[in-house]
């Protein structure tokens, strides 16, 4: 994979963590207007027109499918990450179901994949294209198990620790016991609702993730 393109909009972002949107100096006229932007090396966002330009874009959301298409340019779609969203049930370029490498994800601030994106795409490290492949297509086995088990922290059903320990990449939990509160955190997440239980599932997901080699 050499390319990641990453379908959003500017209030999709901002009910993710609008915090973290600030730090990429984007307003709402940008994406509407420009809708294509490419990553930088100094960790900032310019517009882009072709696929060659970059290797992180933000892409908006309610782009022509033409003007997708010139972007593109016929650019090996083997080589090409796609992180989407729908809305009302339906995303709107049908050109994406031609990539091998396509990803749904949801704008909540617990929600799949776009949390993460705009965690790493704010933060100050480096790698960031390795480290959004690694989150979104799961090419990280710790990453796997970290997703896994927060994903079942949002069920009815009782937390698993044992999905952070099992594999070939698994988690010391007693190492990450110490130090933190950690353990308290993953017992609150049986609560399964209220602010003790939201907070704990933010504390456990900024823990595992940092762990994984995420952020």
Not at 152 to 177: C, H, M, R, W
Request: with cysteine.
């Amino acid at each position: 994979m050499e390319k990641l393109l990453i379908f959003t909009n500017y209030d999709s972002l901002q009910n993710v963590n609008d915090l973290e949107l600030q730090k990429l100096n984007f307003n709402n006229g940008n994406f509407a207007t420009n809708k294509i932007f490419k990553h930088t090396n100094n960790s900032t966002f310019q517009i882009a027109s072709i696929i060659n330009e970059g290797n992180i874009f933000l892409i908006y959301d309610e782009i022509e499918a033409t003007e997708f298409k010139n972007f593109i340019d016929n650019y090996d779609d083997k080589k090409v990450g796609i992180l989407y969203h729908k809305k009302g049930g339906v995303f709107k370029i049908e050109l994406i179901n031609e990539f091998t490498y396509t990803k749904e994800g949801t704008h909540d601030s617990d929600g799949d994949h776009y949390p993460v994106v705009l965690k790493i795409l704010s933060d100050d490290e480096d790698k960031k294209f390795e480290r959004l492949k690694d989150a979104i297509f799961k090419f990280n086995k710790k990453l796997n198990a970290a997703l896994e088990f927060l994903h079942q922290s949002l069920g009815d059903t009782p937390v698993n620790e044992a999905i952070l320990t099992q594999g070939d990449d698994k988690f010391d939990l007693e190492k990450l016991y110490d130090g933190n509160k950690l353990k308290d955190w993953i017992c609150a997440l049986n609560k399964k609702s209220g602010e003790d239980y939201r907070e704990a599932l933010r504390k456990v997901r900024d823990v595992l993730l940092m762990e994984a080699e995420i952020y």
